[in-house]
């Protein structure tokens, strides 16, 4: 993953994607939805926090992190068959997001959570569901640009086989192939 993620585009991904998967609900949104009116069934995303991957090096100079994420599964109290609806609904979230790259150049989310959540004392007459999952991500941008030489030739050779001397033993790479 060489690329410098840009959160905001992996936001709008994530919220695009949970759209047109979902399209009969009235809300997808992340920090500016509005709680008061909110209309539902809702969907809420949070960017929870990022933790320094010590063990994932990228080796491109970038920090790799891991992102937690919560997409927060908000019905009524009124709607029909409650219990089982919010379940189904936060259920196939999961699926949705499980191992989705989000046309990002992110590693596959892994989902670490599919449970009840009372993330906000403001939804206490809400039945609200979160599903959390886990995505590495590296930030910043990587030293490799694409700059510099582009070989035109490819020499393949095998040990020990190969080093001065052992020209005849090389095989080029087909260019077109």
């Known amino acids: 993953m060489a690329d410098n993620i840009d959160l905001d585009q992996l936001h709008d991904a994530i919220l695009t994607r949970i759209r047109e998967q979902f399209p009969d609900l009235q809300t997808v949104e992340d920090y500016g939805a509005d709680r008061k009116d909110l209309l539902m069934p809702a969907v809420l995303l949070e960017l929870v926090d990022m933790e320094a991957d010590p063990d994932s090096d990228p080796g491109t100079e970038q920090l790799a992190v891991v992102t937690k994420w919560a997409a927060r ?95 005849g033993a090389y095989t080029e790479l087909d260019s077109t192939a």
Request: glycine content about 10%; aromatic content about 10%.
């Open 73 to 167: 599964v908000v019905f009524s109290f009124r709607q029909e068959n409650l219990k089982r609806e919010i379940r189904k609904l936060a259920g196939a979230l999961g699926v949705l997001v499980h191992d989705n790259r989000w046309g990002q150049s992110v590693n596959p989310a892994k989902v670490t959570v599919i449970g009840p959540d009372a993330f906000d004392p403001a939804f206490d007459n809400f039945e609200v569901w979160a599903v959390e999952w886990d995505q590495q991500v590296d930030l910043g941008a990587s030293v490799w640009t694409g700059e510099g030489v582009t070989p035109e030739r490819v020499m393949v050779g095998y040990s020990p086989d190969t080093g001065p001397g052992q020209d």
